[in-house]
């Protein structure tokens, strides 16, 4: 018996249709364009990428310190650095923010056959940032897909906010220790001590720089990649005013009106 191949196109048709015309979000993929596996997932997502526009950074995140990572590159349009970053409420359907570290990547790092050491990789750094990515679908619903279906759609990414003060002496910062909180109109809503489920962001940097960015030409001076959620994900409203806090490395701030 012969199987037809997995449809990357008309998946990645679906999604960018729906970023395209909200109105017409679907509540999942169809059942015949659902991705049977990561190859499949990162497939869509890299076609859903292209078509909105040149590579400016990644997301990167495992659900422990010993899981495969897995990542979504991240368009010019929806990465903003800045002091305080206002966007507007109107381009999201939901709006679930996360305080993340960031790192700057200031050398290319190209695809190549002899793995990147995490020396090469590191060398490749310039700073380490605060970060408030914002969370969204393209889904009618939030959270009602398949995992797959959900790392097809930009691994549910709907913008990075990166602060404009960070650290240079990246290596001295400690994300396991590293306090952070996360404030929304000026009230604490998480606090707490490092938090993020994949344990330290450089073994995420180097598994980016040798696996994940492959397909889309590796990792690039100037893009910026943020390391998964230290906070867990807070939905706010419109109008809220977010900062996330990382005390001796930097803040991120982010109005939605």
């Given at each position: 018996m012969s199987f037809a191949p997995y449809d990357a196109e008309s998946a990645a048709a679906v999604l960018t249709s729906a970023r395209l015309a909200p109105a017409q979000r679907p509540l999942t993929l169809p059942e015949f364009l659902r991705p049977a596996d990561?190859?499949?997932?990162?497939?869509?997502?890299?076609?859903?990428?292209?078509?909105?526009?040149?590579?400016?950074?990644?997301?990167?995140?495992?659900?422990?310190?010993?899981?495969?990572?897995?990542?979504?590159?991240?368009?010019?349009?929806?990465?903003?650095?800045?002091?305080?970053?206002?966007?507007?409420?109107?381009?999201?359907?939901?709006?679930?923010?996360?305080?993340?570290?960031?790192?700057?990547?200031?050398?290319?790092?190209?695809?190549?056959?002899?793995?990147?050491?995490?020396?090469?990789?590191?060398?490749?750094?310039?700073?380490?940032?605060?970060?408030?990515?914002?969370?969204?679908?393209r889904y009618a619903q939030w959270g009602e897909q398949d995992a797959l279906s959900r790392l097809a759609d930009q691994a549910n990414h709907g913008a990075l906010v990166v602060g404009t003060v960070g650290r240079t002496d990246f290596r001295n910062v400690a994300p396991l220790t590293q306090p952070v909180a996360i404030r929304v109109n000026g009230r604490a809503v998480v606090e707490r001590v490092g938090g993020n489920s994949a344990g330290h962001p450089f073994r995420l940097l180097v598994w980016l720089a040798n696996d994940g960015a492959r397909s889309l030409g590796g990792l690039k001076a100037g893009q910026w990649v943020t390391t998964g959620s230290c906070t867990g994900t807070e939905f706010v409203q419109p109008g809220a005013a977010v900062v996330a806090d990382f005390p001796g490395v930097g803040r991120a701030e982010l109005s939605v009106g």
């Open positions: 990561e190859p499949q997932a990162y497939a869509v997502q890299d076609l859903v990428v292209r078509a909105r526009g040149a590579v400016a950074g990644w997301k990167v995140g495992a659900a422990s310190d010993t899981a495969t990572p897995s990542r979504a590159a991240l368009t010019r349009d929806s990465v903003h650095v800045g002091e305080a970053v206002a966007l507007n409420a109107a381009a999201f359907h939901v709006i679930g923010v996360e305080a993340e570290l960031v790192y700057e990547i200031v050398a290319d790092l190209p695809p190549r056959a002899l793995p990147y050491t995490e020396d090469e990789v590191l060398a490749a750094v310039g700073s380490v940032r605060a970060g408030i990515e914002i969370c969204d679908t």
